[in-house]
């Protein structure tokens, strides 16, 4: 199984302890591509909308977003990291976020991510942590993914690792290993039924738009290339 990790920080903190107590059963025999943000993608989307426009290759940061997108498209598995900053999830990560939109179902999905697996791995202080699994869930879903599992960490005791008290420290490590266990198998994901009325109603939207279009759009391209559609 090839797994793609999306480490929402560089940080070697808490959240990066969890995420090894998740990838530790699934070392043995897997490929595990890690991408750490900003670091892999230093940039924030600048709006220039070439990627809707002309094409993903002219974003300006296609160097760094394209590695990123080949290896979600060639993983099985999509393991999302990000500690709870401000209620959501880091800057860093929604950057990320904004660099695929050109993938949502809106424009050009890739049906690949329709069979794809997804764990999103939060922490916070404190309990809430829902507000950035949601930020990675929308993006995950209009992306074409499904099967989406959640586990949110409040830490509770402390903000850096050493100062968890060892049982704390070992009620997450199980958490964490207890999750990784579904996915010790390789299994598609299933397509549900979110996903698929997302892309039925961008379908009847293209659809309705790509004949009245004296030039195709790249998206409306996209759609009559795979098929999709029809003029
Ligand atoms: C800028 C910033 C904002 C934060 N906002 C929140 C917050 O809104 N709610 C919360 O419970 N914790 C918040 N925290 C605490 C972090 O979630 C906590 O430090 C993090 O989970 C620790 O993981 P790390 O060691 O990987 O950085 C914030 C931390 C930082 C640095």
């Known amino acids: ?15 990066y302890k969890i995420k090894e107590a998740f ?10 591509t890690e991408f750490y943000l900003p670091k892999d993608l230093p940039h924030f989307c600048c709006g220039c909308k070439s990627c809707f426009l002309i094409g993903e290759a002219h974003c300006p940061h296609s160097a760094f977003v394209l590695p990123i997108w080949e290896s979600l498209l060639n993983a099985d598995l999509l393991v999302f990291t990000s500690p709870v900053y401000a209620l959501r999830t880091t800057g860093q990560m929604k950057s990320l976020l904004d660099h695929l939109c050109v993938r949502w179902m809106v424009h ?29 869930q929308t993006s995950l879903r209009w ?4 099967d989406v599992k959640r586990l949110g960490i409040g830490l509770l005791e402390g903000v850096y690792w050493k100062d968890l008290s060892p049982k704390r420290r070992d009620q997450i490590v199980k958490k964490a290993r207890r999750l990784a266990r579904r996915y010790r198998s390789f299994r598609p994901g299933r397509k549900g039924i979110k996903v698929r009325f997302l892309f039925a109603a961008t379908r009847a939207m293209h659809q309705m ?3 009245k279009e004296k030039t195709l759009s790249v998206d409306n391209r996209y759609w009559l290339e795979k098929g999709w559609i029809k003029l």
């Not at 199984?1 to 959240?15: A, D, L, P, Q, S």
């Open 1 to 15: 199984m090839k797994i793609t990790v999306i480490n929402g920080t560089e940080v070697r903190g808490c959240t």
């Open 23 to 32: 990838l530790d059963s699934l070392r043995a025999g897997n490929t595990i």
């Open 108 to 136: 050009r999905p890739d049906d690949r991510m329709f069979k794809k697996r997804a764990v999103i791995l939060t922490d916070a202080i404190g309990v809430f942590n829902g507000g950035a699994q949601k930020d990675i």
């Open 143 to 146: 992306l074409g993914v499904s």
């Open 209 to 211: 738009l790509a004949p």
